[in-house]
């Protein structure tokens, strides 16, 4: 199937490693021009001369998402560089763990105001697109319990909820937003990695709650994302697409 999304400009936020990192890769494989930031320069750079050695335009800097003034000036400045932002995705997340203050605010200011701030600042640029598209990230932990209270279950929920009705406020100007919302990913070096090390009773336990016996990993979430964002899925807006190999026993209807 070509996805159409030769040509087409992505901004991605928070995408030097991970399932942002992967999106980008597919992105790029596609033909899709793509902007990245993420706090590493390093990490950035790298990323970038991936990208580019598949022949498209890549674009990168080292931002701090938490940053609301700098991160929404990057925004801007990667959607002019490439020439306009078809595909906006902000993937930076503080992540999960015990319920503290300060967790809270990191999980609002990174999972929260940044998938705010950046839509806010990519909306001009998605409203000249023929095939605007956000995709919010979501998680399966907003969805069911996991692993007791925690401010990333709670905020991911309210991520969800936003997109919505953010697909709901601009349909009509033909932007398409979703949400992708993956279950436990292996990533080298992520969460799940320092869990299967240090809390192995955890790890082996959600792996035993997962049908499919096995946890995901970035590029099969990549995969979903970039069709969700893709002209190939014109008419889907307001969805949350779980991938998580079964990990959730909800009746989706």
């Not at 990533?187 to 709650?209: C, F, N, Q």
């Amino acid at each position: 199937m070509d996805l159409g999304l030769k040509g087409l400009k992505a901004v991605l936020a928070g995408a030097s490693k991970g399932i942002g990192r992967a999106t980008a890769e597919v992105l790029a494989a596609e033909g899709c021009d793509v902007a990245i930031c993420a706090r590493g320069q390093e990490a950035v750079d790298a990323a970038v001369a991936s990208l580019k050695a598949k022949g498209v335009n890549a674009i990168g800097a080292a931002v701090d998402m938490a940053d609301g003034e700098a991160y929404r000036a990057w925004v801007g400045r990667a959607a002019e560089a490439l020439g306009g932002c078809d595909i906006f995705i902000p993937f930076g997340s503080a992540g999960g763990g015990p319920a503290t203050e300060a967790s809270w605010k990191a999980v609002f200011d990174l999972d929260v105001l940044a998938t705010f701030r950046g839509v806010e600042a990519a909306l001009p640029y998605l409203e000249k697109s023929r095939s605007g598209a956000i995709v919010a990230l979501g998680t399966t932990s907003a969805l069911e319990e996991f692993y007791g209270p925690q401010a990333y279950n709670a905020l991911k929920a309210a991520v969800i909820n936003y997109a919505s009705g953010l697909s709901q406020a601009l349909a009509g100007k033909g932007i398409k937003v979703n949400t992708v919302s993956p279950g436990p990913t292996f990533v080298d070096g992520g969460s799940w990695d320092l869990i299967k090390t240090h809390m192995p009773a955890i790890y082996e336990r959600t792996l035993g709650s997962i049908p499919m016996g096995r946890l995901g990993n970035p590029e099969e979430v990549a995969r979903a994302i970039a069709f969700v964002a893709s002209p190939a899925c014109p008419y889907m807006t307001g969805t949350n697409v779980v991938i998580d190999g079964g990990l959730t026993k909800r009746v989706q209807y």
